[in-house]
């Protein structure tokens, strides 16, 4: 179901329109619809009804704390991967019990409030971690409980930079050597060894690597029981993807199907960390536009959005799809560019899409996930407000920067003051 629709010719959140908010806040904005999260939530977990599970929304694609505590409110856990977001995590009052710690490089820091909040699991990545948290665990008179990230070494067939299920990637422990590391780990006074990990990539459109990664999973759960090593939990990641232009994504059924038909009848608690599935398609970035121009070969519309407030199209080549607030039958082959000085600045190039003159508004879509979490100040540009709706209604859930905001945390070094 979409949720960002025409009603009378002008583009929709739920039944809210864009445009009102654009005239009241200004742009770009992001805005992401309250009902898209609930729905997308709502089917991904009850694909696994009946089961044990938790599903832990994975921060990184959409950390806002207002989306965070909505999410929180529906019963969903959190992936996180720096303190950062265990910060953000527990101020949206997601249950730490609920909240699994992922990353190659913890610091010992990060490892001490994680382990302060009493989180459900880290989700360790190597040997030296292990230690690590062991020790951590030890001077705070805790006990860490502990997955270890299989490195199942499965394609996941997407792009190469969200890939992280391959031997050559630096995720995880490789599945071959790994139950070695799970008997070292089980060796530790103050680690509980309760889980495996895997999360083989994002943005994938295909069920059979995840049903390949579930089945070499589950051989080494029984593998590591056999050990005397009792597993209760087998978090999968993330990874599913969603539509940007025309791929068929896999229905929640299917996925479910997938790996619950690799899990059959194990006794297991399952986690899983969906990130974009859920996120991807609540929210577009809305943006003006400022100029229009004609190279004689080409022409451009020039917006008011940049790749500091949406990196994926210049960073990845990444397709997001690109609309008009107002309907109109013109149509024009164009690039889409911000005011950034580099030629990478585009969202969107030779593209067909709908002719909006100066002052008009484009809705770029699939915003959600990657979106504002990957903006930057580049520039000296201020980021983005970020709006929730809820039906007819919607919410500031981040303010646009101000130029403070930029200078707040720099200072003049006292040499140069005075001058
Ligand atoms: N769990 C772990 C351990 C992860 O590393 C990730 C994503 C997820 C879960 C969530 O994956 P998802 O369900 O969203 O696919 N910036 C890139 C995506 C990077 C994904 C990194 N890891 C993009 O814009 O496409």
Do not use: W
């Not at 991967?81 to 990060?110: H, Y």
């Amino acid at each position: 179901m979409d949720y960002f629709t025409y009603q009378n010719g002008t583009m929709y959140c739920e039944d809210t329109s864009l445009e009102q908010i654009a005239s009241e806040i200004g742009t770009p904005f992001y805005v992401y619809s309250a009902k898209s999260f609930t729905d997308s939530f709502n089917t991904f977990s009850n694909a696994f009804e009946g089961r044990e599970r938790i599903i832990c929304f994975a921060v990184k694609s959409c950390p806002n704390i207002g989306i965070l505590s909505l999410l929180a409110s529906l019963g969903a856990g959190a992936d996180i991967v720096s303190g950062g977001e265990l910060d953000r995590a527990l101020k949206a009052g997601i249950n730490p019990q609920k909240i699994v710690f992922a990353g190659v490089g913890k610091t010992r820091q990060e490892i001490h409030e994680a382990l302060e909040a009493g989180i459900l699991m880290f989700n360790a990545e190597s040997e030296q971690e292990l230690d690590v948290l062991n020790d951590e665990a030890r001077k705070l008179g805790k006990r860490a409980k502990i997955a270890i990230r299989v490195n199942p070494n499965v394609d996941p067939k997407t792009h190469p930079y969200i890939s992280t299920g391959l031997k050559k990637n630096k995720f995880g422990i490789s599945v071959e050597t790994v139950r070695e590391q799970f008997r070292y780990a089980a060796g530790l006074d103050s680690l509980d060894v309760e889980g495996v990990h895997c999360h083989i990539g994002s943005q994938l459109t295909d069920v059979s690597p995840f049903a390949d990664a579930a089945k070499i999973m589950v051989s080494l759960i029984k593998d590591l029981r056999a050990d005397g090593i009792n597993i209760k939990y087998l978090d999968m990641g993330g990874g599913l993807g969603i539509t940007y232009k025309d791929e068929t994504v896999p229905k929640h059924e299917d996925y479910a199907k997938a790996i619950l038909d690799a899990v059959g009848d194990l006794d297991i608690t399952l986690i899983f960390e969906p990130g974009r599935n859920l996120s991807g398609n609540a929210g577009v970035l809305v943006t003006r536009v400022l100029y229009t121009k004609d190279s004689g070969t080409k022409h451009f519309k020039v917006v008011d959005a940049a790749m500091n407030d949406l990196a994926r199209p210049s960073l990845y080549d990444a397709y997001h799809g690109i609309k008009p607030v107002y309907e109109t039958e013109n149509r024009i082959t164009c690039d889409v560019v911000g005011p950034i000085c580099e030629t990478g600045d585009f969202l969107a190039r030779d593209r067909d899409i709908a002719d909006v003159p100066v002052d008009g508004l484009y809705a770029v879509l699939s915003a959600g996930a990657y979106g504002m979490s990957m903006a930057s100040n580049y520039n000296s540009r201020p980021r983005a407000a970020e709006v929730l709706v809820s039906g007819g209604k919607y919410y500031i859930i981040r303010r646009r920067e101000t130029y403070a905001d930029l200078t707040g945390p720099e200072s003049v070094p006292a040499f140069l003051r005075n001058r």
